[in-house]
């Protein structure tokens, strides 16, 4: 594996020099990265058409889930300031919308310091719903056990306030010991396969599993190792689809995104090929797949708000994403007019 891959995220002047290459051609557009903090009611975001979706915060590591009707888009927030380099976040934010182009920011569902034993980075994380709970895996930087780590929250709706649902770390960088780094313990993804029987991935330059018990709290059994994908990075992420489960991810760096399929959440997985190509001026590419109202969604970041800012002050972006009749999915076309009103 290059040794580029096993670069973390905390290293800003790396990120950014290969950040500089990648400018986007959308148009500089005025940006305010206010940090309000405040744990207040909804406010309805300007609905400008196109991507980036959300242009009056920085908003990183799109998860999104399908719930009654809404969608819930989870982000991270990058909260540099203009012209600092590094990755700078200290919470996650929560928008919804029935139509996938107006959207509406909620209160601050969680922070870091809702975890009581982590630091810092509220780096990518996911929310799904079992039993009525809806239970948020986030990877930090844990207080006392060197690396990054995985928490999980819990609330009784899907924006929340989420509190911790264990008072521990799920993960813990001394629990995967192959990799010799540090931050190989960062974005989690969750999938419930048909069985009822929920699968935690995640991983940098390894991709992990292991099954969760029904409690969502709790490993049950080993943690494994998932075989096949070619050039894995980071950023798994998991849909099912006519039979078939996708595992796609990021891919090298500065990051593509690429995907495998295979019909067992076990394996074997059969690496498929690029699925996005590099998101303009972000080294990192982190998708969120769904299905809404008859149409499948590709939802990433790029840096196009910020040309100085490159991949640390990062936006999100939606565009369709379709398949082929033998069900491989087609390249991505990253588009800043974005996608119509779901109807």
Known sequence: MADNLLLPKAKPALYAAAGLLLLSGIA?????????????????????????????????DPAAL???????LYTGHDEAAPRQEGYVMHEWLCFSSKDMVNWTEQPVPLRVKDFAWAKDDAWASQVIERNGKFYWYAAVEHGTIHGKAIGVAVADSP???????????????????????SWDDIDPTVVIDGNNQAYLFWGNTICYYAKLKPNMTELDGPIKKVEGLKNFTEAPWIHKRNGWYYLSYAYQFPEKTAYAMSRTLDGP???????????????????????????????YHNGAISPDGGSFRRSVCIDYLNYNPDGTIKRIVMTTEGVKPAK
């Open 269 to 299: 997985w059969e690496y498929k090929g690029i699925l996005n190509e590099l998101a303009g001026n972000s080294n990192t590419n982190h998708q969120a797949i769904i299905d809404f109202k008859g149409q499948s969604y590709f939802i």
């Open 66 to 72: 399908v719930h009654n009707g809404t969608v819930y």
């Open 159 to 181: 924006t929340g306030p989420f509190k911790d649902a264990r008072g521990s770390a799920l993960i813990t960088n001394d629990m995967t010991t192959e990799a010799k780094i």
């Open 28 to 60: 500089q557009t005025a940006f305010s990265a206010e940090h309000d903090g405040a744990r207040q009611g909804t406010k309805p975001v300007a609905a400008e058409a196109g991507n980036p979706i959300i242009k009056n915060k920085y908003t990183a």
